[in-house]
């Protein structure tokens, strides 16, 4: 209904907020250094932000990953 104009604002809000509420809490809970916070804080940001369901799959399942989940939990 918004011809594609919220898609741009929306990818923004996703990176800003996924970006900075990863850094917080990679800071704060995980305690990482800054730097090393701040630069998952982007990488999470950009996750967030894809627009396209398969990157964002990808993207994602590299995240889980890196974060040492092998195998699903039941």
């Known amino acids: 209904m918004t011809a594609g104009v919220a898609t741009p604002i929306i990818v923004l809000i996703g990176f800003i907020v996924g970006g900075i509420g990863t850094t917080i809490l990679q800071k704060a809970i995980a305690g990482d250094r800054l730097w090393k916070a701040i630069l998952k804080g ?4 950009i996750a967030v932000a894809v ?9 994602g399942g590299w995240i889980l990953l890196a974060a040492g989940m092998r195998k699903p939990s039941h």
Request: aromatic content about 16%.
């Open 42 to 45: 982007l990488f999470a940001g």
């Open 51 to 59: 627009p396209w369901p398969l990157m964002g799959s990808l993207l």
